[in-house]
């Protein structure tokens, strides 16, 4: 049995908001990937706090097949932007306030087969972080694609909470076959909490992305924000530079490799 707060939010066009559950049979009518190359956006949005956020997304809401946000907050702004544009919406709610709940968001081209989201409390200020698996059918194959986006916890004494979330999450990762993707803000700004990341995503054989001119937010000197792949090919990877967010986006394209 799961608990009845492991519920995703999902937003589209020209629907009500619609309540989803863990293993919840979902209709697919289309894959989400129908080509051997695809990108992705990764990017702490900064509760959207500043104007010009929304103008960064719609200007690839076309090139992306997904964009994975942490600190998406359910304003109408971003709300516009998935109705606008035609998109479909997946969001964890770590928490609320004033009637907009604010969590990771995934945002896609179509729906995922199913998913499953996560959520971990802060341990100093008791406000939850959260992290949510999505999975994509792949046009003629019969591998999907697993999607994971995190905000992992932040505050906190030692590891042993930011163990558990990661270790949670992985743990789902490694049972799937088909190509993974997993990314978003990892607030690894310590050596102990680096060390850890990478030890974790190596046991599942994840790789990470690594780029050129390196402008990634950093805390301590570490930077925040990480893409881990498998069953993919790296085709490039770039920062965007912008004042929009304390973050700067991540733009990553793939190549499908499942021979």
């Known amino acids: 049995m799961f608990k009845k707060r492991c519920y995703t939010l999902r937003y589209q066009a020209n629907n009500k908001v619609e309540l989803i559950f863990p293993?919840?049979?979902?209709?697919?009518n289309r894959p989400l990937i129908d080509q051997t190359s695809f990108s992705i956006l990764v990017w702490n949005i900064f509760k959207l706090k500043r104007a010009d956020c929304i103008d960064i997304l719609k200007n690839y809401a076309d090139k992306t097949k997904l964009i994975l946000l942490q600190e998406a907050q359910t304003t109408s702004p971003l709300l516009?932007?998935?109705?606008?544009?035609?998109?479909?919406?997946?969001?964890?709610?770590?928490?609320?306030?004033?009637?907009?709940?604010?969590?990771?968001?995934?945002?896609?081209?179509?729906?995922?087969?199913?998913?499953?989201s996560f959520r971990e409390k802060e341990p100093l200020i008791r406000v939850s972080k959260s992290a949510l698996v999505t999975i994509y059918p792949i046009s003629n194959s019969k591998q999907q694609?697993?999607?994971?986006?995190?905000?992992?916890?932040?505050?906190s004494i030692g590891v042993k909470v930011y163990r558990q979330q990661i270790h949670l999450l992985l743990n789902h990762i490694k049972e799937h076959t088909g190509p993974v993707i997993l990314a978003g803000d990892f607030n690894a700004w310590s050596r102990q909490r680096l060390n850890l990341?990478?030890?974790?995503?190596?046991?599942?054989?994840?790789?990470?992305?690594?780029?050129?001119?390196?402008?990634?937010?950093?805390?301590?000197?570490?930077?925040?924000?990480f893409v881990f792949y498998r069953g993919l090919q790296l085709n490039a990877a770039e920062i965007i530079s912008t004042t929009a967010s304390d973050h700067n986006p991540l733009l990553v394209n793939f190549r499908l490799d499942l021979h």
């Open 23 to 28: 293993y919840q049979q979902i209709a697919v």
């Open 80 to 116: 516009n932007f998935i109705s606008q544009h035609n998109k479909i919406a997946d969001h964890v709610p770590a928490y609320c306030f004033n009637d907009i709940y604010a969590g990771v968001m995934t945002i896609s081209d179509s729906l995922p087969t199913s998913l499953f």
């Open 145 to 155: 694609l697993l999607v994971a986006n995190i905000h992992a916890v932040n505050f």
């Open 197 to 225: 990341l990478y030890h974790f995503v190596r046991s599942i054989e994840l790789k990470p992305v690594n780029f050129l001119v390196d402008s990634r937010k950093r805390f301590m000197g570490r930077p925040l924000d």
